[in-house]
């Protein structure tokens, strides 16, 4: 059984202050422990978000970018998530990127987050 590791604890206490709980829709009578959730969001409410809220404990699929190296999720969140899905300019991008590229890469590890790739691969 998956168990998160103390980072994600820590960090979802923290972000249950500023984060809005999102709209979980169950259409079953009950959740149960083995199975798939299938769900959406939208940029910033993805999946450390939807985590920490939802009522039965999972491990999210994320975007490669963010599962590896720092390099690489600061390119993502610099260029991609920053600039063009939230429209933010360069300096703010910047900042935010720098700074989070730390702790969301903590946080995915943590989560242990299965990496979606946009090709056909699965790891």
């Not at 980072?7 to 979802?12: A, G």
């Not at 959730?37 to 993805?46: C, E, K, L």
């Not at 933010?88 to 991008?93: E, P, T």
């Not at 935010?96 to 702790?103: D, S």
Request: proline share 5%.
């Amino acid at each position: 059984m998956y168990k998160p590791g103390k980072v994600y604890t820590f960090l979802s206490t923290i972000f249950k202050i500023f984060k809005k709980k999102p709209d979980i829709i169950n259409l079953n009578d009950t959740l149960v422990n083995q199975a798939i959730f299938v769900s959406n969001h939208s940029a910033a409410s993805g999946p450390f978000t939807l985590s920490i809220y939802f009522p039965v404990l999972f491990r999210p699929w994320g975007i490669y970018s963010m599962c590896f190296g720092y390099k690489q999720r600061w390119n993502y969140l610099y260029h991609i998530f920053y600039q063009q899905k939230q429209g933010f300019g360069k300096v703010k991008s910047f900042i935010l990127a720098t700074l989070l590229g730390i702790v969301t890469g903590l946080a995915y590890h943590s989560m242990n987050v299965i990496p979606s790739y946009e090709d056909a691969r699965l790891l």
